[in-house]
């Protein structure tokens, strides 16, 4: 890895220094043989006031490349630089589900701008991916796909292919429609290319598809994807009629931004589509501080609980000594249960109809880990309380072995249902993550433990 940065260092200083020559043949014969994702990178690098002559020089297939894997910034700023003849032509290399990501990204003048520069077609299709729900499959799928008929032998196929599959992103798998669009099967670049010439596409096309609606969660599709190890997966409208496919990368960068948004979630934080380096600290602050607030808040309960029970302390003051320990373990165990719970959620290996299973999978899971903590503290408290010649070491430890079964069992539990719930409750299960239940947990470990102390509280003092 430090070798690739270093790399991408050095030809970053040679390309400056060649600016500043400038020398822009060179520079392009260097970018050229690049990987336009690598290009990409040195360009967000370079001063903007360079940056739209080392553009125009590139080769234009190679430059529209370039300009996908941009940053919206940079992107923003040779929208900027461009005439509309050029904007036109980058255009037009474009995907239209990379148009959209674009037009996502930009300010409405900008957007106006690329949209009066493409073309009518291409204009249409992306006001109709634009019109789909944020969340959903049509926002990400591409219109771009190589389509044929039943009645079509393997040559007549081939020959669709030809004229057409310039301007398709994929030409891997093709997929039969009817005369009214809609989805009957596939088949793919391999099955022809084995197949006999003179062949039926009706006869070697395989009819089990697995295909995605305009409007299902996107998230469901990046599990598909996993599921069936596709290239590409179909989408269909309400009426079963090819709209469009989602392809592999667009599915990978599904994964991506949700993975993110979860992670964001996880932390009780606000997610945010702009990179952490571009995003203001009062963005940041804002983010933050809303889940922060209800959290500090929320976790009087527990100051309150313990105001309650002050009495028990004072007469054995040692207890409050174990409910950093408690209040910790029993967030620990709630955040494991809870994170295993989401992953499996979000890889749909657990469903909301398997919240019993689940449920008693933690419980026994719980039961052991519990036991096991339990054990070892008890060996702990003996060997450092044993010679107390106030406290009954014995006792304290029978204690705080069933405060930690009793804790380690809620925490688990607790932590297993409340993303289910919110699964079913159509939330996002990454909001009941270890901010939350911790805080719950904080709560519950300390009640649960003074109301046990106190039934033991005589035979704790010698």
Sequence with gaps: MEENILNEEELLQEVELLLSKRQFTKIKEILSQLNPTDVASILSQIEMAHLAYIFRILPKEFASEVFVDMDSDTQEHLIKSFTDRELKEVLDELFVDDTVDIIEEMPANVVKRILKNSQPDARKAINEILNYPKDSVGSVMTIEFVDLKKDMTVADAFERIRKTGYDKETIYTCYVVDKNRKLEGLVTVRTLLLADSSAKISDIMETNVIFANTLEDKEAIAIKFDKYDFMAIPVVDNEDRLVGIVTFDDAMEVIIEESTEDFSKMAAINPTTESYFKTSVWTH???????????????????????????????????????????????????????MVIRGLALDEIKSKDLLKAIFKEFRIALVVGFLLSVVNAIRIIIMYNKSQDINAYILALVLGITLVLVVVLAKVIGCILPIVAKKCKLDPAIMAAPIITTILDTCSVLIFFNIANVFMCQIIK
């Design 285 to 339: 602050s804002k983010n933050r501080i809303l889940w922060l607030l209800f959290l500090m808040l929320s976790a009087t309960v527990t100051g309150m609980i313990i105001q309650e029970y002050e009495t028990a302390f004072k007469t054995v003051p040692i207890l409050v000594s174990f409910i950093p320990m408690l209040m910790g373990t029993g967030g620990n165990c709630g955040s494991q249960s809870s994170t």
